[in-house]
């Protein structure tokens, strides 16, 4: 079952044609006993990758998978990393990504598949001249 | 949330998460999130509600606020 109308799908898959190279949503999640948040995280992802062809969903198991989680710093669950090309775009959400943050779900999906922050050159080159370590941002939200 | 997804994408130090507060409460209770949005950077800087971009890039990065212009006629 659809989660978004045939009109919204409609809406979604003109702004997704932006996309030009492959992206891949990794969703951390495990078997027994995942939170009921990690099912509707798979629909929304489900669903989103259902209207391009170049967005592919993979579900990693959080228990078994401990590598892959430790690589990309995962401690909880549900969590999803976005990849563009295969290659890790350090960016991030935790928990199901419904309600408005289905939106920044959206956007960060074209952020990966177009490979550009459109940031500002100004906000581009603060960047460069002052980040020289690791970096971690955490925005807390809440779906609605 | 787009901003620090924006800044992950342009700096390869940079990781940004964006993170449901009602499902994690070890991590809201951890970064006394009482209200949203609201940015914690490296655990320490905290930035309290939606910002636009360059007060926001300026936060995350520990910059102070720019300077603003001196009025016309000064």
Known sequence: ?144 | MSLAHRMALESAHIRATCVEATEFMDLTRKFRVTGVPKTIVNESIEILGALPEELFVRGVLGLPEPETDSPPGE
Not at chain 1, 57 to 78: S, T, W
Not at chain 1, 113 to 122: A, R, V
Not at chain 1, 125 to 139: K, S
């Open chain 1, 1 to 144: 079952m659809s989660l978004l109308s045939e009109h919204d799908r409609g809406v979604v898959r003109e702004h997704l044609a932006k996309i030009q190279q492959p992206v891949t949503l990794l969703l951390f999640t495990q078997t027994i006993g995942a939170p009921e948040t990690a099912l509707i995280a798979r629909q929304v992802l489900d669903e989103l990758a259902s209207l391009n062809d170049l967005i592919r969903v993979e579900e990693v198991n959080f228990v078994l998978e401990k590598d892959r989680a430790a690589q990309y710093g995962i401690d909880h669950i549900p969590a999803i990393v976005l990849l563009s090309n295969d290659t890790d775009t350090r960016m991030r959400f935790l928990g199901a990504p419904a309600g408005y943050e289905f939106m920044s779900l959206i956007e960060a999906v074209i952020l990966a598949g177009t490979n550009d922050s459109q940031l500002d050159p100004e906000s581009r080159a603060l960047i460069a001249a002052n980040v020289t370590a690791p970096l971690d941002i955490q925005v807390f939200v809440t779906p609605t």
